[in-house]
């Protein structure tokens, strides 16, 4: 059941819905830095698949699979799903790349421990209360192989653009009919409990350019 901002996810989901419509490049065509350093990371780990969550039009996406990895992307609105489901077509690409809606405030989909790594840029920011984001991160830890990679990024409070905008409380702020949840190391470390941390690293992204965390995380083997 969901139970945090319920009216402001749906506000949130027509929002983005809408704005994918109005623009298939939303956030551009090239990958994101996140997604370029997580190949390397992933690479180097053997891992050869992803699960990303929030994957919008599929930047990122895309470039894992071109990469050669194979992706199932998941995000709750079906117009970037089928943006991307083309661009993958297009570059030939859809037999690497799988797309299906999902809403991360539901349980993830795969059985235990079936998932190698899992990826998600910019998407735990968006509108969910403290409390589905540390559900959405317990999902991920179940879903996970022991020793499976969860790499996520979040806007840092770091951030200039942090407490503009309309103040829905708890660190969530409304811009340009976006939700947004800026993270603290705090938050950043609560979500790494019980968790392998590897590394919490201050980074930017986007021609703002934007400060975010990158964070990873291991199950514990
Ligand atoms: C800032 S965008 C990032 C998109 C993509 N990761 C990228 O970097 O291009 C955040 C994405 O999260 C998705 N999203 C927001 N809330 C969600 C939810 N509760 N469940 C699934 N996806 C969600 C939005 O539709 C949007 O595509």
Redesign the pocket.
Known sequence: MKTGYVEL?RA??ER??AA?ASDPR??GAEP?Q??RWTTRLFAAAGIDDVL?????????ALYFARQGFSVHA????ET?LDQLRLAAQREGLDDRVTAAL????DPLPPADGTVNSVY????L????SRDELRGLVAEIRRVLRPGGLFVYTAWSTDDASVACGIDHGDDLFEQNG?AVRYFDRELVDELAEGWEFGAADACTEGPEPRRLWRVTQAKPA
Request: without cysteine.
């Open positions: 996810a949130q989901q983005w819905q994918y939303l956030h994101s996140a997604a990303e969550l929030g994957a919008g039009q599929g930047r990122d998941t995000d709750f609105s970037a999902h809403d991360v405030r998600a840029n910019q998407l920011s968006m509108a969910l976006f």
